[in-house]
Protein backbone atom coordinates (compact mmCIF):
# COMPACT_ATOMS: atom_id res chain seq x y z
CA UNK A 1 0.00 0.00 0.00
CA UNK A 2 1.02 3.39 -0.71
CA UNK A 3 -0.54 5.11 2.15
CA UNK A 4 -2.20 2.89 5.38
CA UNK A 5 -3.85 5.23 8.22
CA UNK A 6 -5.25 2.63 11.04
CA UNK A 7 -6.84 3.20 14.01
CA UNK A 8 -6.75 7.42 13.50
CA UNK A 9 -7.94 9.77 16.19
CA UNK A 10 -7.75 13.22 16.04
CA UNK A 11 -8.91 16.33 18.60
CA UNK A 12 -8.98 19.77 18.81
CA UNK A 13 -7.75 20.15 22.35
CA UNK A 14 -10.35 18.11 24.27
CA UNK A 15 -12.70 17.91 21.29
CA UNK A 16 -12.32 15.00 19.10
CA UNK A 17 -13.04 15.26 15.59
CA UNK A 18 -11.92 11.91 14.16
CA UNK A 19 -12.95 8.37 16.10
CA UNK A 20 -10.73 5.51 14.57
CA UNK A 21 -10.42 5.91 10.56
CA UNK A 22 -8.56 3.37 8.70
CA UNK A 23 -7.94 3.67 4.88
CA UNK A 24 -5.80 1.72 2.47
CA UNK A 25 -4.58 3.01 -1.11
CA UNK A 26 -2.43 1.13 -2.74
CA UNK A 27 0.09 2.34 -4.89
CA UNK A 28 -1.30 4.22 -8.26
CA UNK A 29 -4.75 3.75 -6.78
CA UNK A 30 -7.08 6.25 -6.39
CA UNK A 31 -9.47 7.21 -3.41
CA UNK A 32 -12.51 9.80 -3.02
CA UNK A 33 -13.70 10.64 -0.10
CA UNK A 34 -17.19 11.93 0.25
CA UNK A 35 -18.68 13.84 3.39
CA UNK A 36 -20.37 16.48 4.33
CA UNK A 37 -19.38 19.97 5.96
CA UNK A 38 -17.84 19.50 9.05
CA UNK A 39 -17.07 15.94 9.56
CA UNK A 40 -13.68 16.01 9.35
CA UNK A 41 -12.13 15.23 6.15
CA UNK A 42 -9.89 18.45 6.01
CA UNK A 43 -8.94 17.38 9.33
CA UNK A 44 -8.19 13.35 8.23
CA UNK A 45 -6.26 15.28 5.28
CA UNK A 46 -4.15 17.54 7.03
CA UNK A 47 -3.22 14.39 9.96
CA UNK A 48 -2.05 12.24 7.15
CA UNK A 49 -0.03 15.08 5.63
CA UNK A 50 1.58 15.74 9.14
CA UNK A 51 0.14 19.29 9.59
CA UNK A 52 -2.04 17.80 12.74
CA UNK A 53 -0.56 15.08 15.03
CA UNK A 54 -3.31 12.37 16.03
CA UNK A 55 -4.01 11.46 19.52
CA UNK A 56 -4.11 7.82 18.68
CA UNK A 57 -3.38 5.49 15.39
CA UNK A 58 -0.57 5.85 12.86
CA UNK A 59 -0.12 6.83 8.89
CA UNK A 60 2.21 5.07 7.13
CA UNK A 61 3.46 5.75 3.56
CA UNK A 62 4.76 3.09 1.36
CA UNK A 63 5.64 0.80 4.69
CA UNK A 64 7.03 3.63 6.37
CA UNK A 65 5.67 4.58 9.38
CA UNK A 66 5.61 8.68 8.94
CA UNK A 67 3.12 9.29 11.66
CA UNK A 68 5.55 11.68 13.68
CA UNK A 69 7.17 12.97 10.36
CA UNK A 70 7.29 16.85 9.64
CA UNK A 71 5.07 17.37 6.77
CA UNK A 72 8.34 18.53 4.97
CA UNK A 73 9.80 15.27 5.75
CA UNK A 74 6.70 13.35 4.21
CA UNK A 75 6.78 15.66 0.78
CA UNK A 76 10.49 14.64 0.14
CA UNK A 77 9.32 10.79 0.74
CA UNK A 78 6.75 11.42 -2.00
CA UNK A 79 3.05 12.63 -0.48
CA UNK A 80 2.15 16.01 -1.84
CA UNK A 81 -1.06 17.80 -0.85
CA UNK A 82 -2.62 20.81 -2.40
CA UNK A 83 -5.08 21.97 0.81
CA UNK A 84 -8.80 23.00 0.69
CA UNK A 85 -8.25 27.14 -0.27
CA UNK A 86 -4.94 26.90 -2.08
CA UNK A 87 -3.15 29.92 -1.48
CA UNK A 88 0.64 29.37 -2.40
CA UNK A 89 2.94 32.39 -2.46
CA UNK A 90 0.74 35.44 -3.53
CA UNK A 91 3.55 37.79 -3.47
CA UNK A 92 5.71 35.78 -6.09
CA UNK A 93 5.26 35.01 -9.14
CA UNK A 94 3.54 32.24 -10.71
CA UNK A 95 7.40 30.76 -12.16
CA UNK A 96 8.81 31.96 -8.79
CA UNK A 97 5.91 29.65 -7.14
CA UNK A 98 7.19 26.40 -9.10
CA UNK A 99 10.58 27.64 -8.97
CA UNK A 100 10.85 27.41 -4.97
CA UNK A 101 9.13 24.11 -4.86
CA UNK A 102 11.69 22.73 -7.53
CA UNK A 103 14.59 23.75 -6.09
CA UNK A 104 13.09 22.68 -2.10
CA UNK A 105 12.80 19.29 -3.04
CA UNK A 106 14.50 16.57 -3.62
CA UNK A 107 13.24 14.92 -6.44
CA UNK A 108 11.60 18.26 -8.39
CA UNK A 109 13.85 19.89 -11.11
CA UNK A 110 13.33 22.28 -14.11
CA UNK A 111 12.20 19.55 -16.21
CA UNK A 112 9.43 18.98 -13.81
CA UNK A 113 8.18 22.48 -14.01
CA UNK A 114 8.03 21.97 -17.78
CA UNK A 115 6.09 18.81 -17.36
CA UNK A 116 3.48 20.39 -15.26
CA UNK A 117 3.65 23.68 -17.66
CA UNK A 118 2.76 20.59 -20.41
CA UNK A 119 -0.04 19.48 -18.13
CA UNK A 120 -1.31 22.78 -16.93
CA UNK A 121 -1.02 24.98 -20.26
CA UNK A 122 -3.10 28.05 -18.90
CA UNK A 123 -0.29 28.70 -16.36
CA UNK A 124 2.21 29.75 -19.25
CA UNK A 125 1.34 33.05 -20.16
CA UNK A 126 0.60 33.95 -16.62
CA UNK A 127 4.35 32.67 -15.71
CA UNK A 128 5.11 36.69 -14.77
CA UNK A 129 1.81 36.96 -13.36
CA UNK A 130 1.89 36.81 -9.10
CA UNK A 131 0.29 33.93 -7.22
CA UNK A 132 -2.41 36.83 -5.42
CA UNK A 133 -3.72 38.36 -8.97
CA UNK A 134 -4.74 34.87 -10.50
CA UNK A 135 -8.36 33.83 -10.64
CA UNK A 136 -9.66 31.00 -8.11
CA UNK A 137 -9.44 28.34 -11.10
CA UNK A 138 -5.87 29.54 -12.22
CA UNK A 139 -5.20 29.28 -8.12
CA UNK A 140 -6.52 25.98 -8.45
CA UNK A 141 -4.20 24.72 -11.01
CA UNK A 142 -0.61 26.56 -10.11
CA UNK A 143 -1.51 24.74 -6.53
CA UNK A 144 -1.81 21.61 -8.28
CA UNK A 145 0.94 22.21 -10.31
CA UNK A 146 3.44 23.22 -7.17
CA UNK A 147 2.06 19.83 -6.12
CA UNK A 148 3.46 17.96 -9.35
CA UNK A 149 6.93 19.84 -9.18
CA UNK A 150 8.18 17.40 -6.41
CA UNK A 151 7.21 14.14 -8.33
CA UNK A 152 5.16 12.26 -5.64
CA UNK A 153 4.13 9.47 -5.49
CA UNK A 154 0.42 10.34 -3.59
CA UNK A 155 -1.54 13.39 -4.37
CA UNK A 156 -3.39 14.68 -1.64
CA UNK A 157 -6.63 17.00 -2.86
CA UNK A 158 -8.89 18.79 -0.54
CA UNK A 159 -11.60 20.21 -2.79
CA UNK A 160 -9.75 20.94 -5.75
CA UNK A 161 -13.68 21.77 -7.51
CA UNK A 162 -15.02 24.23 -4.76
CA UNK A 163 -15.96 27.50 -5.82
CA UNK A 164 -14.50 26.89 -9.45
CA UNK A 165 -16.20 27.52 -13.44
CA UNK A 166 -17.47 24.32 -15.04
CA UNK A 167 -15.00 24.94 -18.13
CA UNK A 168 -12.08 25.21 -15.03
CA UNK A 169 -13.16 21.93 -13.51
CA UNK A 170 -13.33 19.97 -16.56
CA UNK A 171 -10.03 21.36 -17.57
CA UNK A 172 -8.57 20.04 -14.17
CA UNK A 173 -10.40 17.07 -14.51
CA UNK A 174 -8.61 15.93 -17.50
CA UNK A 175 -5.34 16.83 -15.76
CA UNK A 176 -5.88 14.46 -13.37
CA UNK A 177 -6.96 11.79 -15.98
CA UNK A 178 -3.64 12.39 -17.53
CA UNK A 179 -1.87 11.90 -14.23
CA UNK A 180 -3.98 9.10 -14.09
CA UNK A 181 -3.00 7.44 -16.93
CA UNK A 182 0.71 7.37 -16.32
CA UNK A 183 0.04 4.72 -13.60
CA UNK A 184 2.38 5.66 -10.83
CA UNK A 185 0.86 8.52 -9.08
CA UNK A 186 -1.86 7.16 -6.33
CA UNK A 187 -4.63 10.05 -5.31
CA UNK A 188 -6.55 10.83 -2.42
CA UNK A 189 -9.25 13.04 -3.27
CA UNK A 190 -12.03 14.73 -0.81
CA UNK A 191 -14.56 16.01 -3.19
CA UNK A 192 -18.21 17.43 -2.78
CA UNK A 193 -18.98 17.59 -6.49
CA UNK A 194 -19.83 13.68 -6.37
CA UNK A 195 -19.90 13.34 -10.30
CA UNK A 196 -16.60 14.61 -10.52
CA UNK A 197 -14.77 12.13 -7.77
CA UNK A 198 -16.64 9.42 -9.00
CA UNK A 199 -15.69 9.72 -12.85
CA UNK A 200 -12.04 9.34 -11.66
CA UNK A 201 -11.83 7.34 -8.62
CA UNK A 202 -11.77 3.19 -8.57
CA UNK A 203 -12.76 3.36 -4.52
CA UNK A 204 -14.67 5.54 -2.55
CA UNK A 205 -15.20 6.18 0.90
CA UNK A 206 -18.14 8.24 3.04
CA UNK A 207 -17.30 10.06 6.47
CA UNK A 208 -19.96 10.78 8.63
CA UNK A 209 -19.21 12.41 12.10
CA UNK A 210 -15.51 11.45 12.48
CA UNK A 211 -15.83 7.86 11.16
CA UNK A 212 -15.93 5.96 7.39
CA UNK A 213 -19.44 4.44 6.93
CA UNK A 214 -19.55 3.50 4.12
CA UNK A 215 -16.73 1.86 1.55
CA UNK A 216 -16.63 -0.12 -2.10
CA UNK A 217 -15.67 0.43 -5.58
CA UNK A 218 -16.81 4.12 -7.63
CA UNK A 219 -18.30 2.02 -10.33
CA UNK A 220 -21.00 0.88 -8.03
CA UNK A 221 -22.34 4.16 -6.63
CA UNK A 222 -24.63 6.02 -8.19
CA UNK A 223 -24.34 9.92 -8.01
CA UNK A 224 -28.07 10.37 -7.05
CA UNK A 225 -27.58 7.74 -4.15
CA UNK A 226 -24.04 9.22 -3.24
CA UNK A 227 -26.05 12.63 -3.17
CA UNK A 228 -29.00 11.32 -1.39
CA UNK A 229 -26.23 9.94 1.56
CA UNK A 230 -24.81 13.12 1.86
CA UNK A 231 -27.65 15.55 2.11
CA UNK A 232 -27.91 16.64 5.57
N1 LIG B 1 -8.59 24.35 14.17
C1 LIG B 1 -9.74 23.87 14.65
N2 LIG B 1 -10.03 23.97 15.97
C2 LIG B 1 -11.18 23.46 16.48
N3 LIG B 1 -12.09 22.79 15.76
C3 LIG B 1 -11.85 22.67 14.43
C4 LIG B 1 -10.68 23.19 13.81
N4 LIG B 1 -10.72 22.90 12.50
C5 LIG B 1 -11.87 22.23 12.30
N5 LIG B 1 -12.56 22.09 13.47
C6 LIG B 1 -13.83 21.40 13.64
O1 LIG B 1 -13.61 20.03 13.35
C7 LIG B 1 -14.72 19.48 12.62
C8 LIG B 1 -14.22 18.92 11.30
O2 LIG B 1 -13.73 19.98 10.49
P1 LIG B 1 -13.09 19.71 9.05
O3 LIG B 1 -12.58 21.00 8.54
O4 LIG B 1 -12.14 18.58 9.16
O5 LIG B 1 -14.38 19.24 8.23
P2 LIG B 1 -14.60 18.98 6.67
O6 LIG B 1 -15.26 17.66 6.55
O7 LIG B 1 -13.34 19.21 5.94
O8 LIG B 1 -15.66 20.13 6.30
P3 LIG B 1 -15.87 20.94 4.90
O9 LIG B 1 -16.60 20.02 3.98
O10 LIG B 1 -16.72 22.10 5.31
O11 LIG B 1 -14.51 21.36 4.38
C9 LIG B 1 -15.72 20.62 12.46
O12 LIG B 1 -16.67 20.49 13.48
C10 LIG B 1 -14.88 21.86 12.65
O13 LIG B 1 -15.65 22.90 13.18
MG1 LIG C 1 -12.76 20.55 4.47
Sequence with gaps: MI????GLHVAYGRAPVLHGI???IPAGGFLCLLGRNGVGKTTLLNTVMGVLAPSRGEVRFDGRD???AAPYARVRAGMAYVPQG???FPHLTVAENLGVVAEASARGDRSAIDEVLDLFP???PLLGRRGGNLSGGQKQQLAMARALVTRPQLL???EPTEGIQPSIIAEVEDAVLGLRQRGDLAFLLVEQYVEFALRLADTYAVMDVGRIVDTGPAASLHADDASRLLAV
Excluded: C, H, N
Excluded at 3 to 6: E, Q
Design 66 to 68: VTS
Design 122 to 124: RLV
Design 86 to 88: RDG
Design 156 to 158: VLD
Design 3 to 6: LSVR
Design 22 to 24: DLE
